[in-house]
């Protein structure tokens, strides 16, 4: 992503991720001042993105995905996957 372009998707069209970095749980809470219990009780609301398996005991969130969270923590819904439907 160059300048100001974002990565942003609509619920019709999947992301770009091949440039958009995986936040471990430490730094997501730097970055929202978030604690671990609220970030993982607002994913179960759909008001924080969802987090990514990333194998084991490890899971990640979408770099940009934090982003548009921080943006916006009070308007934020977490978009309707193709596999929530």
Known sequence: MQGGEQNVTNGSEQADR???RL???A???DRTGLSTATIYRREAKGTFPPRRPLGGN???WYESDVGNFVA???G?????SAEAA
């Open 18 to 20: 091949r440039r958009d």
């Open 23 to 25: 936040l471990r749980i």
């Open 27 to 29: 730094e997501v809470r």
């Open 58 to 60: 490890c899971v990640g």
């Open 72 to 74: 916006d923590p009070a």
């Open 76 to 80: 934020y819904r977490a978009p309707v």
